[in-house]
Structures are given as structure tokens and as C-alpha cells.
């Protein structure tokens, strides 16, 4: 009976079966006979906006469209999958972080965020020192030409969420397990967006935002080509906790020849571990008991085994002409990292990792942002903060949109927004990419390339900034 009344609703192409069966079982398959039937069905709702994914991207979009005045009139809508869990600052901190650059934190602070999370808990970067294993060169950056002499913040991405979600203004709805099985993606303006939920519900929008991750399902429904790649490797993240306490505003990431490892503080004698390395050594370094590991770790912070002599006389000798030709700049500071008591048990988790873009970013009434668009190595620290990027650009783009009277979802308006973060996103991947290969070898005539190259960068303090200010824009 049921399998006939949704056959019956997705070629009479009426409402009427799909609302009889709702919440039942038989409604998933009418469900599955709507997906063939056309958008000129009726969907149960209808919204201006709807938000697919909220991670921490698609609660900044909910956020930043919520306090735009322009859309205040819009009915927005975000669905996440997963179910909504009550949260309270813990005591422990968390695994996941990000460190936000001050470009996301003037965004937050415009949203009210910001100062949320400074009241939650946040460290502030200000500096950060990148050496390598395979030779003695480095680079450091320092905050001091910053407003507040901070290069970024450590933040829990909880900390991030639980903020951003804070000051989502209460016309935007928020619908928790409510995880989209399928887009009908219109081929032009023509048509809304039709989405259809897991419990059977449909839903049209003007504008469908993809920020369901780097596994996007709008994106595929979307059809857009995606290149992407594997690294063969996987990030292992912990929680640390410091020899002893210090005045814990240091990143420290060291290159070794199997990937980067970073030390990312949280607090005076606590820090967060981001070790990239082969999927082979990180299953065996997962599997350790926590003093091995802790073990394991202080010798890839500290173990200079692998430096080449010949590498090492021949830069002493480059470090010696840099000075003559800029003399102070080139002479290396060089700070010792802080060594490692233990690994808070419980605290380990690996994640695979690899770089992604979806070659177009819009298609008519569709707009991708975030890890759905694009996905990065960690060892820049950029995803999050490439992701609250696209969400300033796009709501930018929607309001001017809107202040011509183009309609929501209009393709050329979103071709702006794709416009400008492709091009800032591209560039971003391709140094992450390039920096990930440059250091993803022992061969000594490249140790000593890379070498030669850092110590000359690190000498010229106006690139650096040029570095900084990329990193942060
Ligand atoms: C080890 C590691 C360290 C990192 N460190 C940094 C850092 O220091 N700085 C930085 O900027 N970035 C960092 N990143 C990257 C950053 O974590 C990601 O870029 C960011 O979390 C992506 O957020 P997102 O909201 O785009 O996607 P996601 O976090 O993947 O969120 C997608 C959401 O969509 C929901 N969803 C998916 N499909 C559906 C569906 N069909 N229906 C409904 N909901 C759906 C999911 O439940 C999820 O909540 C790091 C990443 C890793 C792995």
C-alpha cells in the first residue's frame, strides 16, 4: 500500500501522498519515488537560505547571514546531521584545535564571537619557529607587527563552535540530525533547490549553501570536477602536557623527512601535538603505550641524528655571507623548544589527510564553503581559517547582490564570490602543497636547497611580513 502511494505521489507529481505518509517508515519510500519526480512538486517548506553542514564553517555562515542587516528579512535554515550535545568548557582540553589567524579574529569580533571565546579559554601565538631535521636552518616570525602581538590563537574547535553558535540571532533556525539524503540541483535560476531529508520531509530554497565537508554530497550533486589527492599520510593529534611550566606563546614545527610535527600551545604547561607522518608510522605510533609515544616524540622534536655534515658546513658558510649582506638580520635567534613530560592518556587520535578543490565553487542557486570547496594540508594551519574566508566573501556577495535586486542564488552574482576566493584559496593550496614536497625529502642536495633558501628568507624581515600578512589575509 505504501510502496503505492509513493509511486502514485512521484508520477502524479501531487503533494498529497508524500504528506500522508510522513514519519512512517513507508514515507522513506516515497522518499526515494520524489527523487525522480521534478521540482515543480511541492516541497513541505521553503526557506531564502538553507545551510547544508554545521561544522564550524556552516555555523559561521548561519552566524554571519544572521547579523547581516541586508538579509535580515530572509528565512534561513541550517541542518546538521549529527545530534545537538549539551556542552560545557571541561577541564581537559580537547584534541582538536585550530590556530585562527587575525583575519578570522577581526570577523569574529564583528560578530561577537571573538569575545567569547576569549572568555572560554584561547592562547595567544606569538611567535613561531619552523626548522628542519636534515640541517640547521629555520625561520622564525614574530608577532610584534601585529596589533596585539599575536601571529594567531590555539583555540579547541568545541570552543570555536559552542561560540559561534552563541551568537547565532534567533531568526535563523537551527535543525539538529537532520541529515539530507539527496539535492535536486536545477540547471538554471529558473527552478529552486530541492532537498530531501532522511526522515522523509522535502525542502525548496532559493539558495542551497554546501558546507557538509570534505566529502560534500552537494558538491557531488552538484557535478562539479574535483581534484584531489591523498597524501599517504595521517596527522596524529594529542593533548600535552610540558616538562614544565613556561611562557607558553611559542609554535614550534619541526620538518622531518616522514612529515611535519608541530607543538601548538595551549596554555602555560600544556600544548597540542599536530605530528603528520606515513599511514605506517602512525598506526605503530598510535598503538604505543603513552610513555613509548612520549618517548617517540621528544626524539622527533629533538634528535639531530639525521642532520648531513656536509649540508651543515656549507650553510654556516651561507649564514656568514647573509650577514654581510644584511647585517642583524640574518643572525638566527634560536629558541629550544620545550620537551615533553607525557601525552595525556586518551587523548591520541590520527586523521587521514590530502588536498582537495572543487573546480567550480558555484552553480545556479548553489554555493559551496569550507572543507566542501577545498582541503588542505594542516602544516600551514589554514583550513578553518581559508573556510571563515569564504564565509565573509560570500555573505559580502549576497548582500550586494541583493542591494542591486539580483534574486538569491542569481549565478553570476555567486560567480563573484567563487571569482575572489579562488583566487586567494588556489594560491594558498599551492604553497601548502609545494612546502609539503620541498621538505618531504632527506636527499641532501635538497636538504641543502631548502637549507640555503629558508635562512635567506628568514634574513629578509620584508618577506617575511609578506608571509605573515598572506597567511593571515
Ligand atoms: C589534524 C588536523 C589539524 C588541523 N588544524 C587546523 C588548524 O590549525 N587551522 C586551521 O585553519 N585548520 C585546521 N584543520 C582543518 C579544519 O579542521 C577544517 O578545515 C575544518 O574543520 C572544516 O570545517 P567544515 O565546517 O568546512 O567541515 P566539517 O568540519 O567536515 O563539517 C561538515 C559538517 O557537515 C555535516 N554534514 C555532512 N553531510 C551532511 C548531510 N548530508 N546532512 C547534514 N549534515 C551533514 C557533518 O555532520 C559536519 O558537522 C585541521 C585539520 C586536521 C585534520
Redesign the pocket.
Known sequence: MSLRLGLAWASRGTCVALLAQRGTPASVVGLKGARLASSSTCPDHHYDLVI???????FAMACSLGHSQRLSDRKILL????PNKPWQLPELFSNR???LNARTRTFFRKLGVWEHIEHLRAQPVRRMQVWESCSEAMITFDGQEQDDSTIAHIVE?DVTLHSIKRQIPEHVEVEYE???ESYQIPKDTASKVVLTLADGRTISTDLLIG????KS?VRRSMGVQYLGWEYDQM?I?ATLQLSEAVDNTVAWQRFLPTGPVALLPLSDDHSSL?WSTTREQATQLLGLPDEDFTEALNRAIWDDSEADSGVKSIHEAWLRVLETVVPGESAEIRQLPPSIAQVLPGTRGG?P?GLGHAVHYVSPRVALI???AHRVH?LA?????L?FGDVAALTRCLENSVLLGAQLGDEQALYQYEKERQKYNVATMASIDGLYRLYNSASPPLVLLRSLGLSAVNAMSPLKRQIILHAES
Do not use: I, M, R, T
Open positions: 547544508s553542514g554545521g561544522g564550524l564553517v556552516g541542518l546538521e546531521g549529527a584545535v585550530c590556530a574547535n537532520a541529515k539530507v558546507a557538509d565537508g570534505a554530497l596527522g593529534v599536530v586523521f589527510l569550507g572543507d566542501a594542516p594551519g589554514q583550513g578553518v581559517n573556510g
